[in-house]
């Protein structure tokens, strides 16, 4: 019965907010999220990124382990991502691969993994996040737009916050109290509005086809846990960084694949990612409580 309890307890808050900007969303289509947006990319993520690594107890190591597990990760998602995309006969499968090998480890994953297993699955957590934002930047926007721009990464907050933090952390320095007070309470305000602006952007992202989507979703949301279920195995992992490690495995496609999507790829790849991203994420609903069950059972 207690691990009903805990899962309701770590659940709950998630779903609620993003409830909270569903019904925002709903009751006024015309709500501007720009400012959650440029909070989250400019200030918002690196602080959280600088707080996680920095102020959680992870060492060095396991922020690196973990960075290159779940790179490892990406890989095998883009193992059965691409013969998927094969399956269903997409014409442009290069610009279609980014929702089904970069998953929502950010909006949805960190704060699942806070309410989980504490600051400590939070620090693990942001070493995973840590790739995925790089990967956006990288990989997503070489992707999108079949090309690669050093000036993108170089204009890109978080990825300073990956090099300073590591930094830190390799030198094991301690902040000053006051600037981790002051991550801290970014990370938390961070949190509450990009899983409210999950929500809202769930009322405004259309399902164009449904049933190419519902295929592309099942492979990011059954694929996802039996790769990290591999990677576990494989490496022989345990504790409550293996179950951070399989809950972010198991995450939907990121928003933020739909961002980078709309700026360098074609309407009808647009299109296409933005139905991913809505099935999937609906469907995590389901799967999500189940993979975070099996991770507080088997993984703490």
């Not at 950010?106 to 939070?122: E, R, V």
């Not at 690669?148 to 094991?172: G, H, V, W």
């Not at 305000?189 to 929500?199: E, N, R």
Request: aromatic share 16%; charged share 10%.
């Amino acid at each position: 019965m207690d691990i009903y309890i805990k899962l309701f307890e770590v659940l709950f808050p998630v779903f609620f907010v993003i409830g909270i900007g569903y019904y925002l969303g709903k009751n006024n289509p015309k709500i501007d999220t720009t400012f959650i947006t440029n909070f989250a990319a400019n200030i918002g993520t690196p602080a959280m990124i600088i707080y996680a690594v920095t102020s959680t107890g992870i060492d060095f190591d396991i922020f690196k382990n973990y960075f290159w597990y779940y790179l490892l990760a990406i890989i095998l998602f883009a193992l059965i991502g691409i013969p998927t995309l094969f399956f269903l006969r997409t014409k442009d499968i290069i610009r279609e691969l980014p929702p089904l090998i970069l998953p929502n480890t950010g909006n949805m994953g960190l704060p699942i993994c806070l309410f989980a297993y504490g600051s400590q699955g939070l620090g693990v957590s942001a070493s995973i996040t840590s790739i995925i934002i790089l990967f956006h930047f990288t990989l997503g926007v070489f992707l999108a737009d079949r090309k690669f721009n050093i000036k993108i990464i170089l204009k890109n907050p978080p990825f300073y916050a990956i090099i300073l933090s590591s930094i830190i952390l390799y030198n094991d320095i301690t902040l000053p109290v006051f600037i981790q007070n002051t991550t801290e309470w970014l990370m938390f305000a961070t949190i509450f509005l990009i899983l409210m602006s999950l929500g809202i952007a769930l009322t405004r992202l259309k399902i164009f086809s449904f049933s190419k989507a519902l295929v592309s979703s099942f492979s990011r949301m059954i694929g996802g846990p039996i790769i990290g279920i591999i990677l576990i195995k494989f490496f022989n992992l345990s504790g409550f960084a293996a179950g951070v490690l399989l809950i972010q495995c198991s995450m939907p496609s990121a928003v933020l694949n739909y961002l980078v999507a709309s700026i360098y790829s074609p309407k009808k790849i647009v299109d296409s990612v933005a139905s991913t991203i809505v099935v999937s994420t609906l469907i995590s609903f389901i799967t999500v409580p189940i993979v975070v069950y099996i991770a507080l059972k088997y993984f703490s």
